[in-house]
Each structure stands twice: as structure tokens, then as C-alpha cells.
């Protein structure tokens, strides 16, 4: 059987609004949520990845970019880990950091440079990626992939447009 799937395109005009994105979604993460990122150096994963910390209620002191450890795990709402594979060279020098473990644990799952390792995580994820506009330095196209029920909705809800405070849809 094939699992649910959803795709939409976004656009952010800044880094505040990337973060602001990925802020939305750190208050949608539930435990077992995996999140791919993918994009350039500089595309905004993160800015995306801080976002989705703030949504998830970490201290903003806490969060930093795991490049040298590879895995962080920040305190919220929920624990949210964050991996960063683009010094990983392969899935045995992966297994060694034990990110296995963290599919589907007690937290939220996300990943920078998951395209670097394509098997690591599994089919069914959120996967966002991230592109620069190549005539506006500030903006960034998004494209959401929500595969399976559970990260088609987050997707969804994602690409739904952020309604202003006080007003309704």
C-alpha cells in the first residue's frame, strides 16, 4: 500500500520569516516526527531548525548548530534532536554516532543535510527543502514533502497560510 503524500511549494522572504516558518512547525512536532532538511550551505535549514526549537518551547541558549558533535538533543515541550550530517561520510560512520537510536524515540526528529545519507531515515517523514532565490538574496523557496498520514498533515499544515492575530480564516 502506498502512504499518504503531500507536496507544496512556499516561499520566505527572509531569514525571520524561515524562522518564523520553522517556528510553526516545532509547535506541530509530536514525538516520533522525523524532519529531513535539505539545501545548500546557506539556505536557511538552521535558521529553520532554531524556528522549529522556539515553536517547541527550548531555550533559545540551548540550541546551536551540531556540526562537530553531529547530534544535539534540546529540552521543550518535547525532547527535539537535532543532526547535522554534512561532515558524515557514510552509514557506518553514521551508526557510530548513534543517531539510529533517535528514529522514532521519545522526541522529534530533525535533520540537516539528510540527502547526504539517503537511507538513514525512514520513508515516511517530513522532508523540507530549502533553495536560494537566484535573484534575491533574502528569499528562499520552499518545497514541502509530507510522506505518511502523520507528515502529510504536518506538510499541509505548513503550506496552510499563517493567519494574522485577531483575524480569522
Known sequence: MTPERFTAARTTRSAAATR???ARLGALLE?????????????????????ACEGAEVP????????????ATYRGRLPVHHADLYRIADEDELYGTGFG???GADGALLVEWADRIPGALPRERLTIR??????KPSVRHVELEGIGARHAALARALAARAVPAGRSR
Request: hydrophobic share 45%; net charge negative.
Open 60 to 71: 533559545a541558549d540551548e540550541v546551536s548548530s551540531p556540526s562537530f558533535a553531529i547530534v
Open 101 to 103: 537510536d533517535l528514529v
Open 130 to 135: 530549502l533553495a536560494h532565490d537566484p535573484v
Open 20 to 22: 518564523a516558518l520553522g
Open 31 to 51: 514525538p516520533g516526527d522525523v524532519v529531513a532538511l535539505e539545501g545548500d550551505l546557506g539556505a536557511g535549514k538552521t535558521q529553520l531548525v532554531r524556528g
